[in-house]
């Protein structure tokens, strides 16, 4: 039986490590709670949203401490 390439293949998620700030992680847990979805959705549709609409991230890296 000769394998076939899946057609899915480009849609499927890529598992990766991310380091999060505490309060961000609250936030999504508490949405996930809300909403009953699990936080890595959520974390995951938020990005989405923001690649697909374009999204810039304002930095001020003076008032934000970093």
Request: with cysteine; charged share 30%; glycine share 4%.
């Amino acid at each position: 039986m000769k394998s076939r390439t899946n057609p899915y293949a480009n849609r499927l998620k890529k598992q990766i490590t991310i380091r999060l700030d505490n309060s961000t992680i609250d936030y999504f847990k508490k949405l996930a709670e809300e909403t009953g979805f699990s936080c890595q959705a959520l974390i995951n549709l938020y990005l989405r949203d923001c690649t697909e609409s374009h999204k810039r991230l304002k930095v001020d890296w003076i008032e934000s401490g970093y």
